[in-house]
């Protein structure tokens, strides 16, 4: 069973400051990734998928994969204070439809 | 489009008593999903369906917890002898079948069990 590690688990940034989250996988089962967002009390909002080595761009959240090194890593430009929430990673496989999530990254944004 | 729907959105339930949880999934989506969150484990995948058959459930545990998918418009996980230890939020998601993986998740359902 595949292990997800996400560091930070908690991060606070000033409003308009980068945020960085990195999310990294125990081996190579996975080929797809996403990173979801949950608003306290809310389900998971999709932010961003992606499914081969390099950038892939979604509005102000940017997704970057490096397979080599198991890391994928998620870069959230001039969050706003509605953007604090946890932020989680996931991985899956082609071969069945299921994600492996990681614990998250409680993200908070001040003004 | 709603979204994946779930009721109740909580509920407490005394040791030992059972609970049933609901799920909606997207109109048109064939692949249903249920997941359990909590502080110390995090997401924890339970079980899925595929157009209505069971497709994995190695994530349940084997006694006390079912699921079924008797129709595409809804599924139900159901919790036998509930324990306090079983208190959490379960999730329910959704996704086309060849959507890659993204799943559409409800907003859970809170379980405490008293």
């Known amino acids: 069973q595949q292990k997800v590690q996400q560091s930070p688990e908690s991060l606070t940034v000033s409003e308009g400051a980068m945020a960085s989250l990195n999310c990294t996988f125990s081996?190579?089962?996975?080929?797809?990734f996403r990173w979801y967002r949950q608003h306290s009390g809310k389900g998971l909002e999709v932010l961003v998928s992606?499914?081969?080595?390099g950038e892939k761009e979604e509005g102000s959240f940017t997704a970057h994969l490096n397979r080599a090194s198991l890391h994928v890593f998620l870069h959230i430009r001039e969050p706003q204070p509605s953007d604090s929430a946890l932020y989680l990673c996931?991985?899956?496989?082609?071969?069945?439809?299921?994600?492996?999530f990681g614990q998250g990254t409680i993200l908070k944004v001040y003004l | 489009n709603a979204g994946v729907i779930q009721t109740p959105r909580h509920k407490v339930t005394g040791k030992g008593q059972e609970a049933t949880l609901w799920c909606e999934p997207i109109s048109g989506h064939s692949a249903v999903f249920w997941y359990r969150q909590t502080i110390v484990q995090g997401l924890e995948f339970l079980t899925y369906f595929r157009n209505q058959a069971p497709i994995d459930d190695s994530g349940m545990p084997k006694e006390r917890f079912s699921a079924q998918m008797p129709n595409q418009s809804h599924s139900t996980l159901k919790i036998q002898s509930t324990q306090p230890q079983d208190s959490a939020v379960y999730l329910c998601a959704s996704s086309l079948v060849d959507s890659g993986n993204t799943l559409y998740f409800g907003e859970g359902s809170r379980l405490i069990v008293v």
């Open positions: 996931a991985g899956g496989t082609s071969s069945g439809q299921k994600l492996v």
């Open positions: 081996d190579r089962s996975s080929d797809n």
């Open positions: 992606i499914f081969s080595d």
